[in-house]
């Protein structure tokens, strides 16, 4: 007499066996700091280190002024630390630009940004911005001083606010918003 398996077996057996073979396999996380802010400029800047995986980004979340109009935001990396280099736009490099519709202060407004990724054991800088900016244009709000958060992925220590694109800094500010990634993990 014949024994027919499972398919429900055949597939753990599967997805075993590919584990045992050294496949990798994502996993989504995300971290927050507070939608609580106290203060607006045009933009922030702050760095993200990761531990032993790579990271890649695929949402941000951020607390943008409620406004009539779309808002362009452009988010920037450039490797190692942003101390030093708050006004150096040439240090930087464009990694997404989108539009969305700020939903108002203290509220998180989602941007769907193009992935980009954040390599193991390194410190990124990040610069989270809207692209107009000058009198009575948008914001990006925060909160006033300097904050760490950080999960088994990412560490972020915020940061500085920034004032046009790359024009001036202003000391001591935490970015609000969250970061949406997937982790690389080895088996």
């Known amino acids: 007499m014949k024994q027919l398996i ?13 584990h045992a073979l050294g496949e990798h396999h994502a ?11 106290g203060a607006a400029a045009d933009g ?5 280190t990761t531990f032993s995986n790579p990271v890649t980004v695929s949402g941000i979340h951020v607390n943008a002024s409620n ?4 808002l362009d935001i452009a988010i920037y990396t450039k490797p190692g630390t942003f101390h030093e280099f708050e006004t ?3 240090a930087w490099a464009l990694v997404s630009q989108t539009t969305v519709t700020p939903q108002g202060l203290n509220v998180p407004t989602i941007v769907d940004v193009t992935d ?25 709000h925060y909160v006033v001083g300097l904050h760490e958060f950080s999960n088994a992925d990412l560490r972020l220590n915020l940061g500085v606010g920034i004032g046009g694109m790359f024009e001036y800094s202003i000391e001591d500010r935490t970015w609000s918003g ?3 990634y997937t982790v690389d993990v080895a088996p």
């Open 44 to 48: 922030n800047m702050f760095d993200v």
């Open 6 to 18: 499972p398919c429900s077996t055949v597939a753990i057996v599967l997805l075993c066996v590919g």
């Open 88 to 90: 150096e736009e040439t």
């Open 178 to 180: 969250t970061i949406n």
């Open 67 to 70: 406004s009539l109009k779309p």
């Open 27 to 37: 996993a989504t996380g995300s971290i927050t700091t507070s939608y609580v802010a």
């Open 116 to 140: 980009f990724v954040l390599p193991a054991n390194t410190i990124t800088g990040i610069y989270v911005t809207v692209t107009d900016t000058g009198p009575g244009e948008p914001q990006m």
